[in-house]
């Protein structure tokens, strides 16, 4: 019997190095009797059977279900899938009869011992239509519904005409003739190089002129940039002379409540004194009319 629990035998460490195992231990495999017949490739296993047979020995019929200890071994492969064969001895007498896995047809076959009882669906038998048939052409047509999806793909035609018409009418117009067109873009490209260069000389020269960044963008010289620069300069000046008008009269107003004598201005004595020099009321600091 192989070693099922964790007990183990006071004389175990004894005998055996501590890596190893209870199974070897006790010189068993760890499936115990079911690897028996290992050495031929052989694993005992509990088969089911999965359909109905007659055995071959006996011609006694077993019911599909009834589970037999079978020798399981490989026998083959379907590309990667293995084959296997399950060897069972027959419990009415002492035949013994062999199944082997389909992995093609995803079934099992008796290969011999036993003969299986055919109960597979046959549609055909039965006045249905085999499922698996992709023959298209066997299948009786509805002409119904024949009818309604031919209806459908007309329809889907001739939206697909009209469609395909009008692209080609557009690539036509388009292909027609590729070197005038040609010619006609690149003498377009041409012009407008033309003018990009004249106006990049021209900024070039204003900026190095006023010793202006390389990076910085100059304004378009048109009618519009010149509006609107004129519209900033008129508001500008605006604003300057009234801020300087109202700093005048605020002064003026300081002076009247005699914080800042009017004598104290050197400029209004000097004009004053010029005044009563020339005896002329205009233009005092001008040239003497003749
Ligand atoms: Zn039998």
Redesign the pocket.
Known sequence: MQGFNKYYPPDFFDNVDKTSSLNAYKGKHALGDRARKLDQGILITRFELPFNIW?G??N?HIGMGVRYNAEKKKVGAYYSTPIFSFRCK?H??D?WFEIQTDPKNTRYVVVSGARQKDEDWNPEENGGFAVHDTDAHAVPVDPLASLEKTTDAQKGLVKAQDRLESLQEVSGHYNADPFALSSKVRKRFREEKKVEKAKKQADDKIKSRYALPETLNLLEDDGEAAESAKREWDRARTEESNKRRKLAVEIASSGRVGKRPTSANPLASLRARVLENTGRQSNPFGRPKP
């Open positions: 055995c020995t006996c006694n027959c009415l007498c035949g």
